[in-house]
Each structure stands twice: as C-alpha cells, then as structure tokens.
C-alpha cells in the first residue's frame, strides 16, 4: 500500500476518532450539541439507536477509528506485517463501519427525520476510510477475497443462521405481545433489541454475500438459486426497514398514548400490516437459508421465483387468519 493512502486513513481515523470522542463528551456532561445543519442533534445522539445491543454508538465509533489508526500506523512503518490477512481483516471491518455508518444515516433520514452534522461527518470519515484503504492497497482486492473465501462462506452461514433464529424469535413474540391489542414498554425494549440481531445479520450477509460474489461474478449472474437468494435479501431489507422504522414506532404511540394523528381503527390496520410484513420477513429469510443450504438446485429462474413468492404469499394469507384468530379473540 501506498504512503499517501495509509496517510489519508491514519488522518481519517484521528479525526473520527476526535469526533466520537467529543460526542461521548458532550453525552457525558449533560452539554447541548450544537448542530451547524440547524437541526436537533440531541434528537439524534440521544435516540433509541445511539445504542447497538446497549453499546453507545459513540463509544463503537472511538474503539474503531483507534484500531484503524493504529493499524496502518503500523504497516507505515513496519509493512512487513501488512500481511494478506491482516489486511483482509482490516478491509472488513471498513467495510463494517462503512454499512453501519450508511444504515445509521438511514435512520436519520426516515425513522429520526433529524440530521446530526458529526454523525454525517463520522459516515464521510468512514467512507473516506473505505475507499482509502480499498484503492490504496498492493494486493489485489479480488485475490483477498478468493483466498479468504473459506473464511467468508463460514461468517455467511452464520449470519444466515443468526438471522433466522432472530426472526423466527421475533415473530414469535411479536404475535404474542400484540394479543393484547398493545405493546408495553418492556415488549417494545425486547422487539428493539431483536431487530438489532437481524439487521446485524443482515449486515454479515451483505458485507459476506459480497466478498463470495465479487469474485465469481460471472458464474454467479448465469446462477437462478443465487439470483433468487439476492432478490430474497433485497425483500428482507426493505421490509425489514419498513415494518422496524415505521410499523413498530407506531405500534409503540399507540400503546403508549403519545399524541398523534389518530384515526378509527389505525391499530387493527396496522396490526394486521405488521402481521403481513412479519410473514414476509420470515418465509424470506427461511427461502435465503435453504437456497443457501443446498448446493445445487436443478432449477430455471422462472418456476423457482414463483415458487419464492408462492410461499411469501401463502405466509401473508396465514399471517392475517392468524390476526384475524386474534382480533376475534381479544373482542370476545
């Protein structure tokens, strides 16, 4: 890797560094933030997602910007140790804190609708960070990933694995806090720390998905399973984003009485929403695993993305008989 490159990512991670830590001041104080964008940024840093699994964000970003400063201080002077595998190891965790950083200016956008200029300066830093790092190394990006593919395919089954179980378990409770027709506030704290897992499974399967795909592209595009198993992913995102950013926080005014614009029967509408996205969320991460699971599958694209969507279709249908059992049920 080049000077200038391990220069700008040893000035990038100070400098994310100084930010996080100056944010963990400011929380630690008591102390305004002064937001330059002339929003709120106490809105943001003090939100329900300044934690992840109830670690500060802040205190995630200080323990990162560290290691990557320290890191390529050390391959400036000693690049012996700039090993193929450390430098693997370290183009991962970039790649990491670049999605968590996108994910986090996700939700300041749509769930928060509040924007923090040093949280946006943090996700600038971490891509600065990323592409650095990505451009500026000697060893082929392509090559890492080819002899690290072992390595990935086992973090991928995990994810895989980590996801399932937190969206089944999910499912499960949610179906069971929402009988009574409302969601207390430790049901809500428990649903918030579930959709922690799944989006952090999900990032794994991202961030994993591309290091096997990148270097076999071409075989992978001509393959029905894989282009199916993205189109699955594609769906747990975007319903993932819409039923934990925007059904779940409405659940959550309603049990809660906070005010609103409220309309006749809002909760059973979107509670049998919720149940709807909730049947997608797991038939899709079941249809990911086994598409996963099976090495081969003698199968066209075209009679195997019916199959998906047969079985996503089958999951909302006996997702509102379900709602439908519950609703008569807490009216009698």
Not at 22 to 42: G, N, V
Not at 109 to 122: G, K, P
Not at 147 to 167: C, E, K, P, S, W
Not at 222 to 237: R, S
Request: aromatic share 14%; with cysteine.
């Amino acid at each position: 890797m080049g000077t200038l490159p391990h220069l700008i990512v040893i000035f990038a991670a100070f400098g994310g560094f100084l930010l996080a830590f100056y944010i963990r001041h400011k929380k630690q104080s008591h102390e305004k933030m002064i937001c330059p964008l002339d929003s709120d940024c106490d809105a943001v840093i003090y939100s329900q997602y300044s934690k992840f699994f109830g670690i500060p964000v802040e205190i995630l970003g200080i323990f990162y910007y560290s290691l990557v400063a320290l890191s390529y201080a050390v391959f400036l002077v000693l690049p012996e140790l700039a090993s193929p595998l450390v430098v693997f190891g370290v183009l991962a965790a970039t790649t990491t804190a670049l999605l968590f950083s996108l994910y986090l200016t996700f939700i300041q956008a749509f769930s928060l609708r509040q924007w923090c200029t040093w949280c946006l300066m943090s996700a600038g830093l971490c891509s600065t960070i990323f592409f650095a790092a990505l451009f500026g190394t000697k060893i082929g990006f392509l090559q890492i990933l080819e002899d690290h593919r072992g390595i990935i395919l086992i973090f991928h089954g995990v994810g895989a694995a980590l996801g399932l179980g937190a969206a089944t378990i999910t499912d499960i409770f949610f179906f069971k806090f929402l009988k009574d027709s409302r969601i207390s506030e430790w049901e809500a704290d428990v649903m918030h720390t579930l959709s922690q897992f799944i989006w952090f499974a999900l990032g794994v399967l991202v961030i994993t998905g591309l290091g096997l795909y990148l270097p076999a592209a071409g075989v992978l595009n001509e393959t029905p399973k894989f282009l199916v198993k993205v189109i699955g992913v594609a769906v747990l995102i975007v319903n993932g984003a819409f039923l934990n950013l925007f059904i779940s926080p409405r659940l959550i005014k309603i049990s809660f009485g906070e005010s609103h614009d409220h309309q006749a029967g809002e909760l059973r509408n979107i509670r049998r929403l919720a149940f709807a996205l909730g049947a997608v969320s797991i038939t899709s991460w079941y249809v990911t695993f086994l598409l996963g699971t099976f090495r081969k599958i003698d199968m066209e694209f075209g009679p195997l993305i019916l199959i998906y969507l047969g079985i996503v279709a089958a999951g909302v249908i006996i997702s509102q008989i379900v709602e439908y059992i519950f609703s008569r049920h807490s009216t009698d």
